[in-house]
Protein backbone atom coordinates (compact mmCIF):
# COMPACT_ATOMS: atom_id res chain seq x y z
CA UNK A 1 0.00 0.00 0.00
CA UNK A 2 2.60 2.26 0.68
CA UNK A 3 4.35 2.03 -2.52
CA UNK A 4 1.50 2.53 -4.62
CA UNK A 5 0.54 5.85 -2.21
CA UNK A 6 4.61 6.98 -3.59
CA UNK A 7 3.93 6.34 -7.22
CA UNK A 8 1.03 8.49 -7.25
CA UNK A 9 2.56 10.93 -5.35
CA UNK A 10 5.35 10.69 -7.68
CA UNK A 11 2.57 11.12 -10.45
CA UNK A 12 0.79 13.91 -9.20
CA UNK A 13 4.21 15.81 -8.24
CA UNK A 14 5.57 15.06 -11.88
CA UNK A 15 1.93 16.38 -13.44
CA UNK A 16 2.16 19.80 -11.21
CA UNK A 17 5.56 20.42 -12.80
CA UNK A 18 4.38 19.47 -16.33
CA UNK A 19 1.60 21.55 -15.72
CA UNK A 20 3.70 25.05 -14.22
CA UNK A 21 6.10 24.49 -16.69
CA UNK A 22 3.89 25.16 -19.15
CA UNK A 23 3.03 21.97 -21.41
CA UNK A 24 1.73 18.70 -21.44
CA UNK A 25 2.58 15.30 -20.79
CA UNK A 26 1.45 14.54 -24.58
CA UNK A 27 3.82 17.32 -25.55
CA UNK A 28 6.89 16.18 -23.35
CA UNK A 29 6.21 12.47 -24.88
CA UNK A 30 6.47 14.21 -28.46
CA UNK A 31 9.06 16.54 -27.96
CA UNK A 32 12.70 15.01 -30.04
CA UNK A 33 15.88 14.96 -28.45
CA UNK A 34 18.04 17.44 -30.30
CA UNK A 35 20.81 15.77 -32.68
CA UNK A 36 24.10 15.88 -31.16
CA UNK A 37 26.63 17.45 -33.83
CA UNK A 38 30.02 17.11 -34.24
CA UNK A 39 32.38 20.74 -34.16
CA UNK A 40 33.33 20.27 -37.91
CA UNK A 41 29.98 19.65 -39.18
CA UNK A 42 29.16 23.32 -36.77
CA UNK A 43 31.82 24.72 -38.24
CA UNK A 44 30.74 23.82 -41.99
CA UNK A 45 27.18 25.32 -41.62
CA UNK A 46 28.65 28.68 -39.98
CA UNK A 47 28.12 28.28 -36.07
CA UNK A 48 26.08 26.77 -33.25
CA UNK A 49 23.77 28.87 -33.91
CA UNK A 50 22.83 27.72 -37.52
CA UNK A 51 22.68 24.37 -35.98
CA UNK A 52 20.18 25.23 -33.11
CA UNK A 53 17.74 26.96 -35.99
CA UNK A 54 17.98 23.64 -37.98
CA UNK A 55 17.03 21.22 -34.41
CA UNK A 56 14.09 23.83 -33.56
CA UNK A 57 12.83 25.22 -36.48
CA UNK A 58 9.29 25.50 -36.40
CA UNK A 59 8.93 25.52 -40.05
CA UNK A 60 10.62 23.63 -42.39
CA UNK A 61 9.47 24.93 -46.33
CA UNK A 62 11.60 24.14 -49.79
CA UNK A 63 11.53 25.71 -52.96
CA UNK A 64 12.54 24.98 -56.07
CA UNK A 65 15.05 27.77 -57.95
CA UNK A 66 15.47 27.95 -61.82
CA UNK A 67 18.17 26.58 -63.55
CA UNK A 68 21.43 28.32 -63.79
CA UNK A 69 20.98 29.72 -60.22
CA UNK A 70 24.42 30.62 -59.71
CA UNK A 71 25.73 32.07 -55.92
CA UNK A 72 24.22 35.21 -54.80
CA UNK A 73 25.57 36.84 -51.50
CA UNK A 74 21.55 37.13 -50.18
CA UNK A 75 19.12 34.59 -50.68
CA UNK A 76 16.19 37.10 -51.56
CA UNK A 77 18.49 37.52 -55.07
CA UNK A 78 17.30 33.91 -55.90
CA UNK A 79 13.88 33.80 -57.76
CA UNK A 80 11.87 30.61 -57.30
CA UNK A 81 10.26 28.60 -59.49
CA UNK A 82 8.17 26.30 -56.99
CA UNK A 83 7.28 27.12 -53.12
CA UNK A 84 7.11 27.12 -50.54
CA UNK A 85 6.02 23.59 -49.85
CA UNK A 86 5.97 23.19 -46.16
CA UNK A 87 7.77 19.80 -44.95
CA UNK A 88 5.79 16.83 -43.16
CA UNK A 89 7.40 16.47 -39.48
CA UNK A 90 9.15 12.70 -41.14
CA UNK A 91 10.87 14.90 -43.83
CA UNK A 92 11.90 17.67 -41.73
CA UNK A 93 13.50 14.47 -39.47
CA UNK A 94 15.08 12.84 -42.26
CA UNK A 95 16.65 15.80 -43.40
CA UNK A 96 17.89 17.49 -40.19
CA UNK A 97 19.47 13.87 -39.75
CA UNK A 98 21.44 14.41 -42.78
CA UNK A 99 22.44 17.75 -42.63
CA UNK A 100 23.34 17.74 -39.07
CA UNK A 101 25.92 14.50 -39.44
CA UNK A 102 29.26 14.45 -39.96
CA UNK A 103 29.38 11.06 -42.30
CA UNK A 104 26.82 13.34 -44.67
CA UNK A 105 29.89 15.83 -46.22
CA UNK A 106 33.53 15.56 -47.08
CA UNK A 107 35.95 17.87 -45.71
CA UNK A 108 39.07 19.99 -47.00
CA UNK A 109 38.15 19.37 -50.39
CA UNK A 110 37.87 22.17 -53.37
CA UNK A 111 35.66 21.51 -56.27
CA UNK A 112 36.64 23.49 -59.23
CA UNK A 113 32.57 24.10 -60.17
CA UNK A 114 29.91 26.94 -59.96
CA UNK A 115 27.35 25.35 -58.39
CA UNK A 116 23.74 26.01 -60.11
CA UNK A 117 21.36 25.46 -57.06
CA UNK A 118 18.28 24.11 -57.78
CA UNK A 119 16.58 23.46 -54.25
CA UNK A 120 16.15 25.68 -51.32
CA UNK A 121 14.92 24.49 -47.81
CA UNK A 122 14.18 27.22 -45.44
CA UNK A 123 14.12 26.62 -41.42
CA UNK A 124 12.40 28.92 -39.43
CA UNK A 125 12.63 29.33 -35.80
CA UNK A 126 11.21 32.63 -34.82
CA UNK A 127 12.45 35.48 -36.02
CA UNK A 128 15.78 33.49 -37.56
CA UNK A 129 16.14 31.97 -40.87
CA UNK A 130 18.35 29.59 -42.02
CA UNK A 131 18.59 29.15 -45.55
CA UNK A 132 20.49 25.97 -47.24
CA UNK A 133 20.62 25.80 -50.96
CA UNK A 134 21.37 22.29 -53.37
CA UNK A 135 23.33 22.16 -56.20
CA UNK A 136 23.05 18.11 -57.26
CA UNK A 137 25.36 18.70 -60.36
CA UNK A 138 28.09 19.22 -57.99
CA UNK A 139 26.83 17.90 -54.50
CA UNK A 140 27.27 21.49 -52.85
CA UNK A 141 25.00 23.35 -50.13
CA UNK A 142 25.40 27.02 -49.49
CA UNK A 143 24.45 27.94 -46.15
CA UNK A 144 22.39 31.16 -45.74
CA UNK A 145 21.01 33.15 -42.08
CA UNK A 146 18.78 35.65 -42.05
CA UNK A 147 19.09 36.04 -45.62
CA UNK A 148 23.08 36.65 -45.69
CA UNK A 149 25.75 33.94 -47.27
CA UNK A 150 27.78 32.30 -44.46
CA UNK A 151 29.45 29.15 -45.61
CA UNK A 152 29.17 25.92 -47.47
CA UNK A 153 30.06 22.36 -47.78
CA UNK A 154 30.38 18.87 -50.03
CA UNK A 155 27.65 16.75 -49.67
CA UNK A 156 28.70 13.75 -51.53
CA UNK A 157 28.20 10.84 -48.99
CA UNK A 158 24.90 11.45 -48.77
CA UNK A 159 23.81 12.91 -52.15
CA UNK A 160 21.46 9.91 -53.16
CA UNK A 161 19.80 10.21 -50.23
CA UNK A 162 19.01 13.37 -50.48
CA UNK A 163 17.84 13.55 -54.02
CA UNK A 164 15.16 10.84 -52.64
CA UNK A 165 14.21 13.27 -50.16
CA UNK A 166 13.95 16.27 -52.54
CA UNK A 167 11.65 13.61 -54.70
CA UNK A 168 9.63 13.05 -51.92
CA UNK A 169 9.13 16.87 -50.79
CA UNK A 170 8.93 17.79 -54.33
CA UNK A 171 6.95 14.69 -56.93
CA UNK A 172 5.29 17.12 -59.54
CA UNK A 173 8.76 18.10 -60.64
CA UNK A 174 10.27 16.33 -63.60
CA UNK A 175 13.92 17.78 -63.17
CA UNK A 176 13.90 16.73 -59.75
CA UNK A 177 12.23 13.59 -60.32
CA UNK A 178 15.42 13.01 -62.67
CA UNK A 179 18.01 13.31 -60.26
Known sequence: ??????DLNKRYYYSLFLLFAGCSSSEVKESQ???????????????????DVINNAEIVSGYLLPQ?????????NYKMRLGPIEL??????KLSKLILSKESYIFDVAKGCAPDYGVRIE??????????LFCFGCSQVQVYKNGKSLSGGEFDPVEKQLAELMKEIFPEDELIQSL
Not at 88 to 93: D, R
Open 1 to 6: MLRKIS
Open 33 to 51: PEQSVSKSVVELLGGQDVV
Open 68 to 76: KSYHQESVE
Open 88 to 93: TASQKT
Open 123 to 132: FQKGENHVDL
